[in-house]
Nanobody, 125 residues
Framework: QVQLAESGGGLVQAGGSLRLSCVASGRFIYDNPMGWFRQAPGKDREFVAA????????YYADSVKGRFAISRDNAKNSVYLSMRNLKPEDTAVYYC??????????????????WGQGTQVTVSV
């Protein structure tokens, strides 16, 4: 069993930056692709970014491409999401998730087996 804990969310003005962290405990995550999703009030959870198990591949939603960067440090059992040029429409609860299947960069929440509790990101105008 793995536990995921996100941190780093907060309130930021439009155009600002934040860096989210996700620390795993209970098992090592170096064998697993990892992803970030977000859910805004009244909306479905949506894919943001995914990273391969060794960090050499990443995939992004079109809405964040060029502004967000996913990275990982397997030595620290952690995954990160660096966000810049934030927009009010980025406001959401952000979740990290672990994909139990090797070799893919999943974009659907059903492909991920473990989830954190989320961290709130609020972008003001």
């Amino acid at each position: 069993q793995v536990q995921l804990a996100e941190s780093g969310g907060g309130l930021v003005q439009a155009g600002g930056s934040l860096r989210l962290s996700c620390v795993a405990s209970g098992r090592f995550i170096y064998d697993n692709p990892m992803g970030w999703f977000r859910q805004a009030p009244g909306k479905d959870r949506e894919f943001v970014a995914a990273i391969s198990r060794n960090g050499d591949s990443a995939y992004y939603a079109d809405s964040v491409k060029g502004r967000f960067a996913i990275s990982r440090d397997n030595a620290k059992n952690s995954v990160y999401l660096s966000m810049r040029n934030l927009k009010p429409e980025d406001t959401a609860v952000y979740y990290c998730a672990l994909d139990p299947q090797y070799g893919r960069l999943g974009v659907h929440s059903a492909e991920y087996a473990y989830w954190g509790q989320g961290t709130q990101v609020t972008v003001s105008v």
